[in-house]
């Protein structure tokens, strides 16, 4: 390496800076002249794998639309949100964006998204009436649509064929079938499915526990609520019913001991993947994951157990929507329609098996159904969603959600605590942030 | 000093015109904000109410700020005394000098993402390696991340691994600032070891001790990135960090008011420290350029 | 203690007591070093072994190669270089400029405005951020490298100018009224004066402003929105995923993302040992 110098040193940073100085930009900005296409911007969030398809959507989009270009900006997830929050309140957020439903209700009401209801007139009479519903409640805000969801799906059970088999287990999925998979089976076989080292050391375990919202399943069917139907008040403390079903998930872990606690799941040492965990909780996304890293058994997927009163499951999506801002909103909307469209939701939900189809079309469609790889039971998947209910996000969410888990934690993680305390606890709190005291 | 009057501004040109394009403007900016009512999207002015709000009823507000107290009151000098220590191991004339300079900074180096996924690993109750050190030397680790009582010691500890880091770097370059003459000189007056540490490296130093300490707090107080991706402020907000509550508010909750209010608090408490310790500066701090003013 | 001895003989104990700890100490640092390495080179079953192997066998040299194809890494690299480049050229001239303004002239005003450039520390950068973000898009720079870049050339930033300026209050002032005499202007002992003998300083100051500029993540992802654009901080972060990371993706890409660090590191020890004889001038 040549020597620090004076003389370089000043020499690089004026041929460096000059162009900056005098206003010149270094940097080449967008698409080359000439090109008479429309450029539409589209955001999202993903991995590399994500990318692979999102830019194969795109291409299939754009041989269907020479006038219309896609520039996709891919995002990594864990800074998505941070993101997108900047560009929105700047104005500079893409013609089309991919919400999170945890926060799609906070900034809907913000007025950064164009109502889709005019580009649905246009479309044929009964357009809507392919979606299931409950996507379109997700993306409706004050009684008019904003967002068609994408990457749909909902929490169901993973399990381990060859733990189930090995222990003489019935098959869950057999026993879903037949309407006997409800809430003490999946306890006992969870019981059943956990073993101990003699030296007390945990060497298999039963079931995976979730965080809230994705436990809800539990809480509904034995009875319980969260908020109440205008989300303005918490409705678990005092109620019977909620403090059961808390208190039934915690005792997964203290009292029927077959779930890992925070400190065996930390570092995925008792992961589904390892074989370790015979059922796990988890979202219908986790599973292009699941069939990259297990190799050494069989699985499938099973819904949630339902309980007494129900047989809830809990279903979320993410929204697309067109920021209200852009400039080419027809074109937007054609994207939005086919990203939600039969072509898209093929290759995503039944290529990638990444989510769950929206479209009743799709649903019934023999090759979605037809699957020549784990997860086998794509009818798990449609089940789940006719027994789904949408989660009690509002545009408080992040807040109150946030103090609720973390007066959970005493409960779930260390064992300090019983259902009707922490819900106590966190009444108090929850109901101060639904009553907007906590300052702006 | 020198004396010539108006050209001092024009070596602080660069800055000015720097701090009054993208400094100022933003600054006062979020001052008016935290005056105010605003989720990105609708700006109502509320008076002092996000103030009232954080210093009167908000309990997180309260835990966050003690969590950081903590935090700086163990991270700070601890590391400081660690990174002292390297830089003066490290300015001894031993051979491979290259290869531990670079190994003990490189946990610098590595991005935070992968360092947290190490240190998950290192803090693991069950299958982590410091528990396994400890059942070596007999003792049953404590749950570490897990625990309410542990997770922020965690943190500390966690932090110190970075000792090697910048702070060591300035060090060392304070300490190859000082000339030899002056050890030789102390050595003919038999002073060494211990005696050349105290009446030579300490004064000669510092300066440099100054600017890490200064720093090390501002630095501390806004202790951020360890916490968000190892705890996300668990469990039970033990490891619930000032600016983390701060980031929370303005991009989960959309509290953007309450959040620059917030900085502006944290803003007024360093200021006071910096303010402090440039006071009590002339009384340890030796400029070998002479008259600090 | 060593004070019965030969100076030589306790000069050599010395040595050799700090090369067994700096030993020992580099050991212990290493350890979450080696086992970013030893992830990188797992396969995705490894990953999960309990307990965990240190040293994989066969060890998936693919990994580095998958992560630095599955993304355009290649370009990223491109675009940290320039970015990292053209940001660390202009943070090391004007910081030292500015830090010689506030360290070594006198003018009217001088320490209310040092205070108010340390005090711009003080406030967290979360809230300053999206003012900050709205000045660049009235500047039509969004998608640029200019936001990341330009605010280098004003100051370089309150770290860098505190540092040079505690550096140069400890270089005697005798050497500025002897070049005042030679009539130097104030730039010529800026440039001919004090830079020389600032070596350790400036050294340690490019050093910074290139690790915080190759690492820097929360900047592209603000303000880069093409991945053509993108720099490697930001393509690491795309190995996590809400659905579980690849880590040993993640892991190698992270050790292809410090080489040119670690290396740059490497280099700088040495000029820091030049250092010690360039301070010979001192005095």
Known sequence: MKRLTRRRLLGAGLAAGLPWCTGGCGVQRGEAGGDRRVTLRYMAWGNPEQLAVERQIAAEFEKRHPEIHIHLFMVPGSAYQDKLQLMLASRTAPDVVRADHYYFPALVRKKYFMPLDRFVAREPTGFLDDFIPLCLEEGTWDRKLYGLNVLFGSVIIYYNQDLFAAAGLRDPYELNRAGKWDWPTFVQAAQALTKHEASGRPLQFGTSTVTFPMFGSVIWNHGGDFLNRELTRFTMAGDADSERGLQEYADLRWRYRCAPTPADTALSAFSFESGKVAMHWGWAGESPRFRRNITNFRWDIVPTPSGEIGNATVVKGNQLVIHTETEHPNEAWEFVKFMTGPVAEMLLCGRLRRAIPTRRSVQNDPEYLRADQPPFHTDVFLESIRRGRTLPIDYRYQEWSQVFTSALEPLFNVQESDAKTALADASQRVNRILSGEEGF | ?293 | MAAARSPRTALRLQQAAAFAVLCAGAALFSVPFLWTVSTALKTNQQVFAVPPEWIPRPAEWANFQRAWTELPFPTFVGNTITITFLATIGQVVSASLVADGFARVRFPGRDALFYLRLSTMMLPAQVTMIPVFLIWRELRLIDTFAPLTVPSYFGGGAFTIFLLRQFFLTIPRDLDEAALLDGESPLGIWWRVLLPLSRPALVTVVLFSFLGHWDDFMGPLIYLNAMERYTVSIGLRMFQDMFGTQLELLMAASLIHIVPTVVLFFIAQKQFIRGIAMTGLKG
């Open chain 2, 1 to 293: 000093m020198r004396k010539y009057g108006n050209w001092g501004y024009v070596f602080i040109l660069p800055w000015l015109i720097g701090f009054l394009l993208f400094t100022a403007g933003p600054m006062l900016a979020s001052l008016y904000l935290s005056f105010c009512k605003y989720d990105l999207h609708t700006l109502t002015w509320v008076g002092a109410r996000n103030y009232e709000v954080l210093l009167r009823q908000d309990p997180l507000f309260w835990k966050s700020l003690t969590n950081t107290a903590l935090y700086v009151l163990f991270s700070v000098p601890l590391g400081l005394t660690g990174s002292l220590a390297i830089a003066l191991l490290l300015n001894q004339k031993v051979k491979g000098l290259a290869f531990f300079r670079t190994a003990f900074y490189l946990p610098s180096l590595v991005p935070a993402v992968a360092s947290a996924l190490v240190w998950q690993w290192i803090f693991h109750p069950d299958a982590g390696l410091l528990n396994y050190g400890l059942s070596m030397l007999g003792v049953k680790g404590p749950q570490w991340l897990q625990d309410p009582k542990t997770a922020l010691p965690s943190l500390i500890l966690m932090s110190l691994w970075g000792i090697g880091g910048s702070r060591m770097v300035i060090f060392l370059a304070g300490l190859q600032g000082i000339s030899d003459e002056l050890y030789e000189a102390a050595s003919l007056d038999g002073a060494k070891g211990w005696a050349a540490f105290r009446h030579i490296t300490l004064p000669m130093l510092s300066p440099t001790q100054f600017f890490n300490l200064v720093l090390g707090i501002i630095g501390s107080f806004q202790v951020f990135t360890s916490a968000y991706v190892m705890t996300n402020g668990g469990p039970n907000n033990a490891t619930l960090m000032y600016v983390l509550y701060l980031y929370n508010n303005a991009f989960r909750y959309f509290k953007l008011g309450k959040a620059s209010a917030m900085a502006w608090i944290l803003f007024v408490i360093l200021l006071i420290f910096t303010l402090v310790q440039f006071r009590s500066a002339s009384k340890w701090v030796y400029y070998e350029g002479g008259e600090k003013d």
